[in-house]
């Protein structure tokens, strides 16, 4: 039997509703914010990610599903969406068309992790970037964009955690510091921070090894170290955070996964959740579109993980989907209604409502056994009787009556009775 890629995910037809329920609400609060949808292909070239996210991530160093195609080129299928965000700006110069572009997206993403509890090989991701400001209204806006949704959905226990991770300038220095701290006990350290150590020194803070942790601990702080612009800036977006009501902690220690960040950082993570306990990160990329060969754009994002979300809402028993209805189950008694039936169905269906009729040839017990099993609200029986009388037998299952309606008039029946 050929099944699944590990890691993967079959969503079954009793589970999509929840993704539909959640995708709208995404959909209904991105238009309040005024953001605006964009669509990039599932695999880009294999540099967009490398430069963009940075060679010594774990995305890109450990975890990209990359391949050469037939004609040797070498694709990866996407990891992460703003670097593609980023790369659809520039190649469509969506600056020329919009001072400021707001975009959002939903998407299938994949990475080559260790498959666990949340922790998915081909997951989903919703976010949303602001391409083309540095004010820290756009950060704050971006954080409150995440949040809202968050409690639009009914999530409580969130953590909100935020830190600066500053510019090339004040880096400089803090690199210089951060190095002195780890150069005493560098042999200790896992043979992916002795390689971060000459080249991205600030990985070694993103390790998850135990060893490495615990030696980071009393590590310089970055924010101590913040060049006067940096530090006005993520002071203006704590101020602003404070004046939107959302209740944040600083983490000094934290510097996300990807290089492209600059200035402020975050993560919101849920109590719901084990060891991968982060619904939501993003950050601001100041740096992004040029290290991408595009115009000087400054910009803020964020992502979060729907298989995620659906575990936290799963947990706190929210329910956004309805209980699926089918309005009109076809009860055909006989090779003669049966004939009829599926004209009779085109006829409902043109009026809105979802109809179906019995395709197995099933007893009337075993029919009504279905309808029930799919909770409808009408049941047409359509039998020798029924067709020699040029009527239906309707039963109403909500009130649990039986009336008999003629043809000509069941269609309007129908549209009135299920207005009700
Ligand atoms: P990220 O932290 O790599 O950031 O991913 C964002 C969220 O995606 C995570 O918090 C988590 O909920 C979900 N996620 C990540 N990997 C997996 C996985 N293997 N299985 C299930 N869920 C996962 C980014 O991707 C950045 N592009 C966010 C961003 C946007 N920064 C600026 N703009």
């Not at 001072?99 to 959002?104: A, D, E, G, R, V």
């Not at 990160?281 to 979300?309: C, H, S």
């Amino acid at each position: 039997m050929i099944r699944r890629i590990k890691g993967t995910q079959d969503i079954l037809p009793d589970e999509t509703p929840k993704w539909v329920a959640l995708e709208n609400l995404i959909r209904k609060m991105m238009g309040r914010y005024n953001f605006h949808e964009l669509r990039t292909p599932i695999f880009e070239q294999t540099q967009l990610f490398a430069r963009g996210i940075g060679q010594l991530t774990d995305i890109v160093s450990k975890e990209m599903y990359t391949f050469l195609d037939r004609g040797k080129k070498q694709l990866t299928l996407k990891p992460e969406m703003t670097a593609p965000i980023m790369r659809a700006y520039i190649e469509n110069k969506l600056y020329a068309k919009a001072p400021l572009n707001k975009l959002f997206y939903i998407a299938p993403l994949f990475r080559q992790e260790n498959p666990q509890a949340g922790r998915l090989r081909q997951f989903h991701q919703f976010g949303a970037e602001t391409l083309g400001t540095p004010d820290p209204n756009a950060d704050a806006e971006m954080i409150d964009l995440a949040w809202s949704i968050f409690k639009e959905i009914g999530l409580t226990n969130l953590t909100l955690r935020l830190n600066s991770v500053g510019d090339p300038n004040c880096r400089a220095d803090y690199k210089i510091k951060l190095k002195e701290y780890i150069r005493p006990n560098l042999d200790k350290y896992c043979p992916d921070c002795q390689r971060r150590y000459d080249e991205n020194p600030l990985r070694i803070l993103d390790c998850k090894n135990p060893t490495c942790v615990a030696l980071n601990q009393n590590a310089p702080k970055l924010v101590d170290n913040l060049c006067d612009d940096c530090r006005a800036h993520y002071d203006a977006v704590k101020e602003q955070l404070h004046r939107l009501n959302i209740p944040f902690a600083e983490d000094p220690y934290l510097v996300r996964g990807l290089d492209y960040y600059t200035r402020t950082v975050f993560e919101i993570t849920s109590s719901a959740l084990g060891a991968q306990n982060a619904i939501c990160g993003g950050g601001r990329y100041d740096l992004l579109a040029k290290e991408l060969d595009g115009p000087d754009t400054p910009a803020v994002g964020f992502a979060a993980g729907i298989e995620r979300l659906l575990m936290v809402m799963e947990q706190q028993g929210i329910v956004l989907a309805k209980k699926a209805r089918l309005d009109v189950f076809l009860a055909p008694l006989g090779d003669k209604a049966r004939a009829e039936g599926l004209a009779w169905l085109q006829k409902i269906r043109a009026t809105g409502l979802s109809a179906e009729m019995d395709l197995l040839g099933r007893s009337i017990k075993a029919q009504m056994r279905e309808a029930n099993r799919q909770n409808t609200r009408f049941v047409l029986i359509l039998g020798e009787n029924e067709l020699e009388k040029q009527e239906f037998a309707v039963k109403l299952m909500d009130k649990g009556e039986q009336i008999n309606v003629p043809f000509e008039t069941i269609i309007d029946f129908l549209e009135k009775e299920s207005a009700k």
